[in-house]
Protein backbone atom coordinates (compact mmCIF):
# COMPACT_ATOMS: atom_id res chain seq x y z
CA UNK A 1 0.00 0.00 0.00
CA UNK A 2 1.50 3.19 -0.86
CA UNK A 3 0.37 6.80 0.78
CA UNK A 4 -2.95 7.93 -0.35
CA UNK A 5 -4.35 4.59 -1.60
CA UNK A 6 -3.03 1.50 -3.53
CA UNK A 7 -1.23 1.80 -6.64
CA UNK A 8 -3.23 -0.85 -8.39
CA UNK A 9 -6.35 0.81 -8.17
CA UNK A 10 -5.03 4.43 -8.53
CA UNK A 11 -7.04 5.86 -5.86
CA UNK A 12 -5.35 8.68 -4.40
CA UNK A 13 -6.63 10.01 -1.43
CA UNK A 14 -6.47 13.91 0.50
CA UNK A 15 -7.93 16.20 2.86
CA UNK A 16 -9.29 19.52 2.68
CA UNK A 17 -10.27 21.57 5.16
CA UNK A 18 -12.40 24.63 4.81
CA UNK A 19 -12.61 27.31 6.66
CA UNK A 20 -16.14 30.09 6.56
CA UNK A 21 -16.66 32.48 8.89
CA UNK A 22 -19.76 30.99 10.54
CA UNK A 23 -18.12 27.37 9.88
CA UNK A 24 -15.60 24.65 9.14
CA UNK A 25 -15.59 21.37 7.37
CA UNK A 26 -13.08 18.37 6.79
CA UNK A 27 -13.38 16.79 3.63
CA UNK A 28 -11.69 13.69 2.18
CA UNK A 29 -11.98 13.07 -0.82
CA UNK A 30 -10.77 10.45 -3.20
CA UNK A 31 -9.61 10.56 -7.06
CA UNK A 32 -9.08 7.84 -9.46
CA UNK A 33 -9.42 7.86 -13.36
CA UNK A 34 -11.37 11.16 -13.81
CA UNK A 35 -13.55 10.67 -10.79
CA UNK A 36 -13.91 12.36 -7.72
CA UNK A 37 -15.55 11.16 -4.52
CA UNK A 38 -16.46 13.19 -1.22
CA UNK A 39 -16.90 12.72 2.20
CA UNK A 40 -17.62 14.87 4.96
CA UNK A 41 -16.09 13.58 7.94
CA UNK A 42 -15.66 16.60 10.62
CA UNK A 43 -18.12 19.58 10.57
CA UNK A 44 -17.79 22.26 13.70
CA UNK A 45 -19.08 26.11 14.55
CA UNK A 46 -16.99 29.35 13.83
CA UNK A 47 -17.61 32.42 14.62
CA UNK A 48 -16.54 35.35 16.61
CA UNK A 49 -15.34 36.62 20.37
CA UNK A 50 -15.96 39.67 22.31
CA UNK A 51 -13.59 40.29 24.64
CA UNK A 52 -11.60 43.92 26.28
CA UNK A 53 -13.92 45.30 23.31
CA UNK A 54 -12.85 43.97 20.54
CA UNK A 55 -14.12 40.87 18.39
CA UNK A 56 -11.78 38.66 17.59
CA UNK A 57 -11.26 34.52 16.32
CA UNK A 58 -10.96 31.78 18.65
CA UNK A 59 -8.13 30.74 16.73
CA UNK A 60 -6.24 28.16 19.13
CA UNK A 61 -10.56 26.56 19.29
CA UNK A 62 -9.95 26.53 15.07
CA UNK A 63 -7.32 25.04 15.19
CA UNK A 64 -8.41 22.44 17.76
CA UNK A 65 -11.09 21.41 15.48
CA UNK A 66 -8.74 21.44 12.44
CA UNK A 67 -6.74 18.53 14.33
CA UNK A 68 -10.04 16.60 15.38
CA UNK A 69 -10.94 16.59 11.67
CA UNK A 70 -7.82 15.48 10.31
CA UNK A 71 -7.78 13.04 12.96
CA UNK A 72 -11.04 11.41 11.54
CA UNK A 73 -9.58 11.70 8.02
CA UNK A 74 -6.37 9.64 9.12
CA UNK A 75 -8.28 7.14 10.95
CA UNK A 76 -10.37 5.57 8.38
CA UNK A 77 -8.55 6.70 5.27
CA UNK A 78 -4.60 6.59 4.03
CA UNK A 79 -4.22 10.10 3.16
CA UNK A 80 -1.67 11.77 0.54
CA UNK A 81 -1.67 14.75 2.04
CA UNK A 82 -4.18 17.81 3.36
CA UNK A 83 -4.63 21.73 2.66
CA UNK A 84 -6.05 24.53 3.64
CA UNK A 85 -8.34 27.17 2.85
CA UNK A 86 -10.00 30.27 4.80
CA UNK A 87 -11.56 33.66 4.56
CA UNK A 88 -9.36 36.50 3.44
CA UNK A 89 -7.80 39.50 4.95
CA UNK A 90 -7.33 38.27 9.10
CA UNK A 91 -4.36 37.47 10.19
CA UNK A 92 -2.18 36.62 13.12
CA UNK A 93 1.20 38.02 14.26
CA UNK A 94 4.35 36.41 15.32
CA UNK A 95 7.36 37.40 17.62
CA UNK A 96 10.71 37.07 16.53
CA UNK A 97 10.21 33.06 18.53
CA UNK A 98 7.39 32.00 16.50
CA UNK A 99 4.91 32.92 19.12
CA UNK A 100 1.40 34.43 18.45
CA UNK A 101 1.04 37.70 19.36
CA UNK A 102 -3.04 37.69 20.27
CA UNK A 103 -5.55 36.44 18.82
CA UNK A 104 -6.16 37.13 15.33
CA UNK A 105 -9.22 40.03 14.97
CA UNK A 106 -12.14 39.32 13.28
CA UNK A 107 -12.85 41.45 10.14
CA UNK A 108 -16.48 42.66 11.07
CA UNK A 109 -14.76 44.34 14.32
CA UNK A 110 -14.93 48.27 13.47
CA UNK A 111 -11.27 48.33 14.44
CA UNK A 112 -10.05 49.08 10.66
CA UNK A 113 -12.27 51.85 9.12
CA UNK A 114 -10.37 54.57 11.68
CA UNK A 115 -7.42 54.15 9.66
CA UNK A 116 -9.16 54.25 6.05
CA UNK A 117 -9.10 57.91 5.62
CA UNK A 118 -5.46 57.92 7.57
CA UNK A 119 -4.12 56.12 4.52
CA UNK A 120 -6.05 57.81 1.59
CA UNK A 121 -4.01 60.81 2.49
CA UNK A 122 -0.75 59.45 2.21
CA UNK A 123 -2.04 57.00 -1.24
CA UNK A 124 -4.87 58.36 -3.02
CA UNK A 125 -7.20 55.71 -3.53
CA UNK A 126 -6.85 55.76 -7.40
CA UNK A 127 -3.17 55.44 -7.05
CA UNK A 128 -4.11 52.38 -4.53
CA UNK A 129 -5.93 50.68 -7.34
CA UNK A 130 -3.85 51.18 -9.67
CA UNK A 131 -1.35 48.88 -8.00
CA UNK A 132 -3.24 46.35 -5.89
CA UNK A 133 -6.15 46.40 -7.98
CA UNK A 134 -8.84 45.43 -4.53
CA UNK A 135 -11.94 47.15 -3.85
CA UNK A 136 -12.70 49.52 -0.97
CA UNK A 137 -13.28 47.54 1.99
CA UNK A 138 -12.93 49.11 5.66
CA UNK A 139 -11.48 45.72 6.99
CA UNK A 140 -8.91 44.81 4.38
CA UNK A 141 -5.54 44.23 5.78
CA UNK A 142 -3.92 47.21 4.69
CA UNK A 143 -6.22 49.36 7.02
CA UNK A 144 -6.36 46.67 9.61
CA UNK A 145 -2.42 47.41 9.87
CA UNK A 146 -2.54 50.68 9.42
CA UNK A 147 -5.15 50.90 12.70
CA UNK A 148 -2.61 49.25 14.57
CA UNK A 149 0.44 52.04 13.87
CA UNK A 150 2.31 52.18 16.86
CA UNK A 151 0.73 49.61 19.21
CA UNK A 152 2.77 47.33 21.32
CA UNK A 153 1.45 44.15 19.10
CA UNK A 154 2.82 45.95 16.13
CA UNK A 155 6.25 47.24 17.32
CA UNK A 156 7.06 43.40 18.75
CA UNK A 157 5.50 41.75 15.17
CA UNK A 158 8.36 39.61 13.12
CA UNK A 159 5.63 38.04 10.77
CA UNK A 160 2.28 37.85 9.54
CA UNK A 161 0.56 35.26 8.99
CA UNK A 162 -2.99 34.90 7.06
CA UNK A 163 -5.21 32.12 8.66
CA UNK A 164 -4.85 29.42 6.65
CA UNK A 165 -1.02 29.89 6.56
CA UNK A 166 -0.94 30.37 10.34
CA UNK A 167 -2.34 27.20 10.81
CA UNK A 168 0.00 25.94 8.25
CA UNK A 169 3.00 27.10 10.56
CA UNK A 170 1.75 25.28 13.70
CA UNK A 171 1.20 22.06 11.67
CA UNK A 172 4.52 22.29 10.36
CA UNK A 173 6.69 25.20 11.32
CA UNK A 174 6.86 26.89 7.74
CA UNK A 175 6.39 30.50 7.38
CA UNK A 176 5.16 31.42 4.16
CA UNK A 177 2.40 33.23 2.56
CA UNK A 178 0.10 31.48 -0.42
CA UNK A 179 -0.25 33.78 -3.43
CA UNK A 180 -3.98 33.91 -3.65
CA UNK A 181 -4.84 34.83 0.02
CA UNK A 182 -2.16 36.79 0.05
CA UNK A 183 -3.53 38.63 -3.48
CA UNK A 184 -7.01 40.05 -1.12
CA UNK A 185 -4.75 42.14 1.26
CA UNK A 186 -4.05 45.67 -0.39
CA UNK A 187 -0.83 45.23 0.00
CA UNK A 188 -0.03 42.78 -2.80
CA UNK A 189 0.80 43.92 -6.57
CA UNK A 190 -1.36 41.92 -8.98
CA UNK A 191 0.64 43.52 -11.66
CA UNK A 192 3.73 42.27 -10.82
CA UNK A 193 3.02 39.62 -7.94
CA UNK A 194 5.06 40.74 -5.37
CA UNK A 195 4.46 42.87 -2.20
CA UNK A 196 3.16 46.07 -3.01
CA UNK A 197 6.34 47.74 -0.90
CA UNK A 198 5.65 50.99 -2.08
CA UNK A 199 2.17 51.19 -0.58
CA UNK A 200 3.29 49.39 2.14
CA UNK A 201 5.93 51.62 2.75
CA UNK A 202 3.31 55.21 2.59
CA UNK A 203 1.06 53.47 4.69
CA UNK A 204 3.35 53.66 7.22
CA UNK A 205 3.52 49.57 8.04
CA UNK A 206 6.81 47.46 8.82
CA UNK A 207 8.23 45.93 5.94
CA UNK A 208 9.86 43.24 8.04
CA UNK A 209 6.42 41.30 9.14
CA UNK A 210 5.63 40.38 5.51
CA UNK A 211 7.17 36.84 4.81
CA UNK A 212 8.23 34.68 1.47
CA UNK A 213 5.12 34.78 -0.99
CA UNK A 214 4.52 30.63 -1.94
CA UNK A 215 2.89 28.83 -4.87
CA UNK A 216 -0.66 27.15 -4.58
CA UNK A 217 0.19 23.79 -5.07
CA UNK A 218 3.59 23.49 -3.41
CA UNK A 219 4.52 21.71 -0.65
CA UNK A 220 4.82 23.77 2.58
CA UNK A 221 6.35 21.37 4.75
CA UNK A 222 5.69 18.15 6.77
CA UNK A 223 3.50 17.35 9.07
CA UNK A 224 5.63 17.65 12.73
CA UNK A 225 6.35 15.17 14.90
CA UNK A 226 4.71 16.93 18.02
CA UNK A 227 2.10 17.61 15.72
CA UNK A 228 1.37 13.88 14.50
CA UNK A 229 1.86 12.11 17.68
CA UNK A 230 -0.73 14.25 19.60
CA UNK A 231 -3.22 14.01 16.65
CA UNK A 232 -2.98 10.67 15.43
CA UNK A 233 -2.14 11.52 12.04
CA UNK A 234 1.12 9.83 10.13
CA UNK A 235 4.54 10.97 10.45
CA UNK A 236 5.47 12.96 7.38
CA UNK A 237 2.03 13.67 6.26
CA UNK A 238 2.74 16.45 3.50
CA UNK A 239 0.83 20.07 4.25
CA UNK A 240 -0.08 21.55 0.58
CA UNK A 241 -0.30 25.04 -0.45
CA UNK A 242 -3.82 25.01 -1.34
CA UNK A 243 -5.25 27.82 -3.35
CA UNK A 244 -5.81 29.28 0.73
CA UNK A 245 -8.63 32.25 -0.39
CA UNK A 246 -11.51 30.08 -0.86
CA UNK A 247 -12.77 31.26 -3.05
CA UNK A 248 -9.97 31.04 -5.03
CA UNK A 249 -10.16 27.13 -4.48
CA UNK A 250 -14.17 27.50 -5.32
CA UNK A 251 -13.12 28.82 -8.83
CA UNK A 252 -10.57 26.33 -9.49
CA UNK A 253 -13.67 24.00 -8.74
CA UNK A 254 -16.23 25.07 -11.31
CA UNK A 255 -16.28 22.44 -13.93
CA UNK A 256 -16.63 24.23 -16.80
CA UNK A 257 -15.22 24.17 -20.16
CA UNK A 258 -13.40 26.85 -21.66
CA UNK A 259 -12.77 30.34 -20.37
CA UNK A 260 -16.02 31.82 -20.97
CA UNK A 261 -18.04 30.83 -17.73
CA UNK A 262 -19.03 33.09 -14.84
CA UNK A 263 -19.59 32.18 -10.78
CA UNK A 264 -21.46 32.97 -7.92
CA UNK A 265 -20.16 31.23 -4.60
CA UNK A 266 -21.69 31.50 -1.89
CA UNK A 267 -21.34 31.44 2.18
CA UNK A 268 -20.99 33.93 4.65
CA UNK A 269 -20.24 36.25 1.20
CA UNK A 270 -21.28 35.86 -1.73
CA UNK A 271 -18.78 36.52 -4.29
CA UNK A 272 -20.01 37.41 -8.21
CA UNK A 273 -17.55 37.46 -10.86
CA UNK A 274 -15.52 35.62 -13.69
CA UNK A 275 -11.97 34.40 -14.70
CA UNK A 276 -9.41 36.71 -16.69
CA UNK A 277 -6.04 36.97 -18.01
CA UNK A 278 -5.21 39.77 -16.77
CA UNK A 279 -5.81 42.58 -13.82
CA UNK A 280 -8.82 45.21 -14.93
CA UNK A 281 -7.08 48.47 -13.23
CA UNK A 282 -9.01 51.01 -15.01
CA UNK A 283 -10.74 54.05 -12.65
CA UNK A 284 -14.32 52.92 -13.97
CA UNK A 285 -13.58 49.51 -12.55
CA UNK A 286 -12.18 51.43 -9.28
CA UNK A 287 -15.46 53.09 -9.35
CA UNK A 288 -17.74 50.16 -9.95
CA UNK A 289 -16.07 48.87 -7.22
CA UNK A 290 -14.68 45.31 -8.42
CA UNK A 291 -11.86 43.67 -7.30
CA UNK A 292 -8.92 41.61 -8.80
CA UNK A 293 -7.49 38.77 -7.03
CA UNK A 294 -5.22 36.28 -8.18
CA UNK A 295 -6.40 32.93 -9.13
CA UNK A 296 -5.01 29.42 -10.00
CA UNK A 297 -2.02 29.03 -12.66
CA UNK A 298 -1.53 32.81 -12.94
CA UNK A 299 -5.48 33.79 -13.76
CA UNK A 300 -7.49 36.38 -12.04
CA UNK A 301 -10.37 36.14 -10.18
CA UNK A 302 -12.31 39.66 -11.40
CA UNK A 303 -15.29 39.99 -9.12
CA UNK A 304 -17.45 41.83 -6.68
CA UNK A 305 -18.65 41.21 -2.82
CA UNK A 306 -21.72 41.15 -2.33
CA UNK A 307 -24.22 39.83 0.83
CA UNK A 308 -24.53 36.61 1.17
CA UNK A 309 -25.81 34.54 4.15
CA UNK A 310 -24.60 36.56 6.87
CA UNK A 311 -28.01 38.46 7.18
CA UNK A 312 -29.56 35.28 7.68
CA UNK A 313 -26.84 33.56 9.98
CA UNK A 314 -27.16 36.76 11.96
CA UNK A 315 -30.96 36.06 12.69
CA UNK A 316 -30.29 32.92 13.76
CA UNK A 317 -27.52 34.49 16.09
CA UNK A 318 -30.19 36.73 17.30
CA UNK A 319 -32.81 34.06 18.02
CA UNK A 320 -30.38 32.07 19.70
CA UNK A 321 -29.10 35.00 21.95
CA UNK A 322 -32.84 35.60 22.91
CA UNK A 323 -32.94 31.42 24.16
CA UNK A 324 -34.91 30.41 20.89
CA UNK A 325 -33.69 26.62 20.15
CA UNK A 326 -33.09 27.20 15.98
CA UNK A 327 -30.98 27.35 13.43
CA UNK A 328 -31.57 28.69 9.53
CA UNK A 329 -31.14 25.36 8.10
CA UNK A 330 -33.45 24.10 10.33
CA UNK A 331 -36.26 26.73 9.68
CA UNK A 332 -35.98 26.45 6.55
CA UNK A 333 -36.00 22.74 6.05
CA UNK A 334 -38.71 22.53 8.67
CA UNK A 335 -40.84 24.55 6.10
CA UNK A 336 -40.32 22.96 2.60
CA UNK A 337 -42.03 20.07 3.21
CA UNK A 338 -45.41 22.33 4.97
CA UNK A 339 -45.52 24.42 1.73
CA UNK A 340 -44.75 21.64 -0.83
CA UNK A 341 -48.08 19.91 0.77
CA UNK A 342 -49.90 23.36 0.50
CA UNK A 343 -48.77 23.24 -2.78
CA UNK A 344 -50.55 19.36 -3.63
CA UNK A 345 -53.54 20.41 -1.55
CA UNK A 346 -54.28 23.69 -3.08
CA UNK A 347 -57.56 23.84 -5.17
CA UNK A 348 -57.62 25.97 -8.44
CA UNK A 349 -57.63 29.05 -7.64
CA UNK A 350 -56.62 28.87 -4.17
CA UNK A 351 -54.35 30.55 -1.93
CA UNK A 352 -51.30 29.93 0.97
CA UNK A 353 -50.90 32.39 3.32
CA UNK A 354 -48.16 32.79 5.74
CA UNK A 355 -47.09 35.51 8.71
CA UNK A 356 -43.09 36.08 8.64
CA UNK A 357 -41.40 37.89 11.32
CA UNK A 358 -38.76 40.35 10.54
CA UNK A 359 -35.65 40.84 12.64
CA UNK A 360 -32.81 43.74 12.85
CA UNK A 361 -29.47 42.76 13.95
CA UNK A 362 -26.33 44.88 13.64
CA UNK A 363 -28.61 47.91 12.14
CA UNK A 364 -29.83 45.83 9.04
CA UNK A 365 -32.77 44.17 8.51
CA UNK A 366 -33.00 40.38 8.10
CA UNK A 367 -34.66 39.34 5.05
CA UNK A 368 -35.97 35.58 6.20
CA UNK A 369 -39.09 36.69 4.16
CA UNK A 370 -37.40 36.80 1.14
CA UNK A 371 -35.70 32.99 2.20
CA UNK A 372 -39.30 31.46 2.74
CA UNK A 373 -40.40 33.02 -0.53
CA UNK A 374 -37.52 31.08 -2.46
CA UNK A 375 -38.63 27.92 -0.17
CA UNK A 376 -42.16 28.49 -1.36
CA UNK A 377 -41.31 28.73 -5.01
CA UNK A 378 -38.85 25.37 -4.59
CA UNK A 379 -42.13 24.02 -3.12
CA UNK A 380 -43.85 24.94 -6.39
CA UNK A 381 -45.56 28.23 -5.36
CA UNK A 382 -45.56 31.48 -6.57
CA UNK A 383 -45.96 34.85 -4.63
CA UNK A 384 -49.01 36.70 -5.27
CA UNK A 385 -48.46 38.93 -2.53
CA UNK A 386 -46.31 40.58 0.15
CA UNK A 387 -48.55 42.67 2.70
CA UNK A 388 -47.31 44.15 6.20
CA UNK A 389 -49.57 42.90 8.85
CA UNK A 390 -49.54 45.20 11.70
CA UNK A 391 -49.72 43.02 15.15
CA UNK A 392 -52.61 44.18 17.16
CA UNK A 393 -55.04 42.26 19.51
CA UNK A 394 -58.96 42.43 19.60
CA UNK A 395 -59.87 44.13 23.37
CA UNK A 396 -64.27 44.26 22.88
CA UNK A 397 -64.15 46.19 19.82
CA UNK A 398 -61.15 47.93 19.32
CA UNK A 399 -57.99 46.59 17.98
CA UNK A 400 -55.13 47.31 20.17
CA UNK A 401 -51.73 47.71 18.55
CA UNK A 402 -49.39 45.23 20.31
CA UNK A 403 -45.77 42.97 19.86
CA UNK A 404 -45.20 40.15 21.09
CA UNK A 405 -43.54 39.17 24.74
CA UNK A 406 -40.38 37.37 22.81
CA UNK A 407 -40.00 40.53 20.89
CA UNK A 408 -40.10 42.88 24.27
CA UNK A 409 -38.08 39.89 25.78
CA UNK A 410 -35.37 40.93 23.15
CA UNK A 411 -35.78 44.69 23.87
CA UNK A 412 -35.35 44.66 27.49
CA UNK A 413 -32.10 42.61 27.30
CA UNK A 414 -30.57 44.38 24.46
CA UNK A 415 -31.73 47.80 26.45
CA UNK A 416 -29.54 46.05 29.75
CA UNK A 417 -26.49 45.67 27.31
CA UNK A 418 -26.87 49.51 26.37
CA UNK A 419 -27.99 48.82 22.72
CA UNK A 420 -31.02 50.93 22.25
CA UNK A 421 -33.75 48.36 20.56
CA UNK A 422 -37.29 49.67 19.21
CA UNK A 423 -39.86 46.70 19.44
CA UNK A 424 -40.95 45.21 16.17
CA UNK A 425 -44.86 45.91 15.86
CA UNK A 426 -45.49 44.45 12.33
CA UNK A 427 -44.72 41.19 9.99
CA UNK A 428 -44.51 40.31 6.86
CA UNK A 429 -47.98 38.58 5.18
CA UNK A 430 -46.70 35.93 2.50
CA UNK A 431 -49.52 35.10 0.21
CA UNK A 432 -48.79 32.34 -2.39
CA UNK A 433 -50.65 30.27 -5.32
CA UNK A 434 -50.05 27.56 -6.73
CA UNK A 435 -47.46 27.94 -9.78
CA UNK A 436 -49.48 27.83 -13.07
CA UNK A 437 -48.63 25.09 -15.73
CA UNK A 438 -49.46 27.42 -18.95
CA UNK A 439 -50.66 31.35 -18.51
CA UNK A 440 -51.48 33.76 -21.20
CA UNK A 441 -49.59 36.72 -21.77
CA UNK A 442 -51.93 38.63 -19.72
CA UNK A 443 -51.43 36.37 -16.75
CA UNK A 444 -47.58 36.17 -17.09
CA UNK A 445 -47.37 40.00 -16.09
CA UNK A 446 -49.80 39.88 -13.37
CA UNK A 447 -47.57 37.12 -12.04
CA UNK A 448 -43.94 38.61 -12.38
CA UNK A 449 -45.49 42.34 -11.32
CA UNK A 450 -46.73 40.32 -8.15
CA UNK A 451 -43.97 38.03 -7.77
CA UNK A 452 -41.24 40.59 -8.18
CA UNK A 453 -42.21 43.64 -6.05
CA UNK A 454 -41.11 44.09 -2.76
CA UNK A 455 -42.84 45.21 0.09
CA UNK A 456 -42.51 48.78 -0.83
CA UNK A 457 -44.52 48.23 -3.94
CA UNK A 458 -47.78 45.93 -3.19
CA UNK A 459 -47.44 46.32 0.81
CA UNK A 460 -50.71 47.45 2.65
CA UNK A 461 -51.23 46.85 6.14
CA UNK A 462 -53.80 44.43 7.18
CA UNK A 463 -54.24 43.36 10.96
CA UNK A 464 -53.27 40.04 12.52
Keep these: ?18 LGASSGRV ?48 RDHDLAAFGIDSWAVDFGLLDATGALLGNPVHYRDEH ?42 LEAADTLLLVPDLLGYWLTGQRGA ?29 RRIFPDLREPGTVIGEVQPDVASGSGLPDGLPVIAAGSHDTASAVVAVPARGRHFAYIPSGTWSLVGMELDRPVLTEASRQANFTNETGIDGTVRYL ?55 WWSAGRLVDLPGALVRVGEEAGLVLYE ?56 AEQGIFRRRGSSGAGDTSRPVAA
Design 304 to 358: RNVMGLWLLQESVRTWSAGGADVSLAGLLDASRPILAGCAALLRPGGYVAMTVRP
Design 1 to 18: MTRGGSARSGLTTVAAVD
Design 112 to 153: AASAVDQVQARVTASDLYAVTGIQHLPFNTLYQLAAAAGSPQ
Design 178 to 206: ERTNASTTQVYDVRTGEWAWQVIERAGIP
Design 386 to 441: RNVALLAGLRGDRLVPRTSFFALEAVRKARQRGVPRLAIAHEDFLVFKAAPTSLGA
Design 27 to 74: MVAGVAHGRLELQEVHRFPNGGVRAGGTLHWDILRLYADVLAGLHAAA
